[in-house]
DNA sequence: CTGTTAGCGCATTCAG
DNA sequence: CTGAATGCGCTAACAG
């Protein structure tokens, strides 16, 4: 008999999967009934759940999630929008969120910019397709396409990983601005006496231009009547060897610079490296700060004294606020501001 | 007229949002036409077109993917199981994968098993909830229920960054035992005396235990009569830190080692950067070997001797794979080998 | 080239 | 505690 239950299951046009319908046959209850068995288990009788639970196994029945969204009007899944999947800071971040919205029944779906606005655009609205539950940002600088579109689906909205005042809902970050600033202070309480900026600011990453601009307030702060030296390349990718690049013409146009700041720790790595190998003495000759304390900074010999930012806890931050909105639990703050650390190692 | 059209959108229980039929209506046209010019756009007149894109423009108009997938019976997503996220090695593949399968119309969804096979099923289950049109993998040791699963799924699936005679479906990857005996070849061709296999081997990582088995299988061929040595950790994280930890282990336990064969390059770099603190000389007074080609390799000083796999031709491949069958084209070859290279720097 | 009809598989009412 | 009816937004099949 119930092998023969397991056999009449599959017809049908398109679909040939199991289905809730073929499951309630094979329990011998409704539809519904293994609709309410998976969602709210407690609202049924026990032999029922373990009736339909048996029929699952034997049927291997997997949920269809389209068919449950369209109905329900919930995709239980939220939208993350990175510059870059293969940047492991942001890797980090993602997981953050992730970990915390598994938890909760939430998937995560991840789009990547490449650090483009425009890009970003499209793919906004190509996860928007997806209907998600909420949107998880990085960066608060957008278009004024990707802001509306954000606003009309009236769902939460989490910025990151930068600061602003007027988020377009809700933000989890820090200054990008005033960890520069902070990294100049501490250059001249070590006594640096002319320390140039240097990185690579990719069109849309608006996070490396905020660190410029910090970078030229704590200049302007701390050495006044000091003319603050830039370079910066626009389309480098941030790797090592864009660090190593970085530091040769940084040398050339500023030879008696002696501290570099990099926007991120990946170019400072690269440049420290590559000092290694010309020969130039970190930090007597030259010292050399980075920005997102990466796993490298640590182990690299002097240690990179750099900028440690909450990769993780901004994700998971992040999380906790999406949660508690679809929830309909009361909203926490606005924003939250998760700082910023400087870590001092060798380099500086 | 047009605004009343606007004014009049949106109403009813879940959604309010713009659907097909809005926008049709704003057109002056049927549903069905607006479907039509959204997938085939040339089977429609160009004033048709025209009505219709204008119509989407001012509505906003973003489809629903569920209601989409749930009708056509095809969800235009693959999905992608890595062990973890943030592993940048497995995010260069998902970005092969990605940009191929984005340029061809289809979405990568991800998960990750944190290298548990336990975890894996879950994942697996979880993904086909959203029934994906294919399947990615990193690895092919399975368990027989993931192996169950994809089978009855009946999609295209592909596994990677391994090998094996019986794939569940496709495989593009290549030999982890084969490039660590060359690795091994390499080292007595080089004179090295006593290597020694260094790596963390989680539970679920067979890609390494692979390695660790080339390790061996390389030792009896070109080491014979000398026993091997292997120093592994089995829970530590792929990271630089454990490299330095898994250093002193094997110092200690093999101070005559002249090689040390790492099972990934994280851990060689956080190794040879430890040397560098200790003052023990790479390659006279201790050799290093890592695997990966990851970026820090080539920067290190000295560069790390490394095995280089073709993480993104991986990914870029199994999307082309996936792509043609999707589209019902003849099929390849059911398994690809894009091998590996040894890439010799100073190291070793 | 375009419109009509009829579901896709599930969850939300509402009755019992 | 369980079942029946209804529709989520879209597309496949058919006409015309």
Redesign the pocket.
């Known amino acids: 008999m119930n092998d023969t239950d397991k056999r009449q299951i599959r017809r ?13 046959r094979v329990a ?12 709210e288990p ?8 373990e009736r339909v639970r048996e029929a699952i196994r034997s049927t291997q ?14 995709s239980m899944t939220v939208a993350a929008v990175i510059p870059q999947i293969a940047a492991s800071i942001f890797a980090e971040t993602l997981q953050g969120l992730s970990n915390v919205l598994l938890q909760a029944g939430y998937q995560v779906i991840i789009g990547h910019t490449d650090y483009s606005h425009e890009r970003e655009e499209a793919v906004v609205r190509n996860l928007l ?1 997806r209907r998600p539950d909420a949107f998880f940002l990085v960066g608060t600088h957008h278009t004024d396409a990707v802001r509306d579109m954000l606003v009309r689906a009236a769902i939460p909205v989490v910025e990151s990983w930068a600061w602003t005042d007027a988020p377009i809902d809700q933000l989890v970050g820090f200054s990008n601005q005033a960890a520069l600033a902070e990294a100049v202070a501490y250059a001249r309480r070590r006594g640096h006496a002319r320390p140039t900026f240097v990185g690579s600011l990719r069109a849309g990453d608006d996070r490396a231009r905020e660190r410029m601009d910090g970078y030229l307030a704590g200049m302007a702060q701390h050495y006044p009547g000091f003319a603050p030296r830039t370079v910066v390349a626009d389309e480098l990718p941030y790797t090592m060897a864009s660090g190593r690049a970085l530091l040769d013409i940084a040398r050339a146009r500023h030879p008696d610079s002696d501290l570099l700041l990099f926007s991120s720790d990946l170019l400072a790595a690269g440049a420290l490296l590559a000092c290694q190998r010309q020969g130039i003495a970190v930090p007597q000759a030259l010292a050399v700060m980075g920005f997102g304390d990466y796993e490298v900074a640590s182990e690299l010999n002097p240690g990179l004294t750099t900028i440690a930012v909450p990769t993780v806890r901004m994700g998971e931050e992040a999380a906790r606020i999406l949660v508690r909105r679809l929830r309909n639990e009361t909203p926490d703050t606005r924003t939250l501001d998760l700082g910023f650390e400087l870590v001092a190692r060798g380099s500086a």
């Open positions: 049908r046009f398109g679909t040939n999967s199991v289905t809730m319908a073929d499951v309630a011998g209850v409704s539809a519904q009934t293994v609709s309410r068995v998976l969602r407690d609202g049924c009788s026990p032999q029922t759940v029945y997997v949920q269809n999630h389209a068919a449950s969204h369209l109905a329900s009007n919930r397709g």
